[in-house]
Nanobody, 121 residues
Framework: QLQAFGGGLVQPGGSLRLSCAAS????????IGWFRQAPGKEREFVAA??????YYAESVKGRFTISRDNAKNGVYLQMNSLKPEDTGVYYC??????????????????WGQGTLVTVSS
């Protein structure tokens, strides 16, 4: 089971750190990804971490950083220089997808409940 938390209201240019905590199992053998869904839009890939490698959507590259701590069974998404278009519900998911497929939502087996990020002045 995954649980995402850490969302909130932040002004443009601000920062937030999202956490994805796992219980009932270990995440070390999974690809963990973050997706987001803005109002009226489809869920989209944000970032993923697989073994020691990280992957990002072009829209967040250079601003967001994904990391994992296997000892704490958690994955984190540090979001800096936030923009209004980053607003949405952020979900973490676990997958066994290969690199070429980890941006695909349907490759994720387990999902957290989502945490709302609102970027607004």
């Amino acid at each position: 089971q995954l649980q995402a938390f850490g969302g909130g209201l932040v002004q443009p240019g601000g920062s937030l750190r999202l956490s994805c905590a796992a219980s009932g199992g270990t995440i070390s053998s999974y690809t963990i990804g973050w997706f987001r869904q803005a109002p009226g839009k489809e869920r989209e890939f944000v970032a993923a971490v697989r073994t020691g490698n990280t992957y990002y959507a072009e829209s967040v590259k250079g601003r967001f950083t994904i990391s994992r701590d296997n000892a704490k069974n958690g994955v984190y998404l540090q979001m800096n220089s936030l923009k209004p278009e980053d607003t949405g519900v952020y979900y973490c998911g676990a997958s066994r997808a290969i690199v070429s497929a980890l941006r695909r939502e349907n490759m994720y087996i387990y999902w957290g409940q989502g945490t709302l990020v609102t970027v607004s002045s």
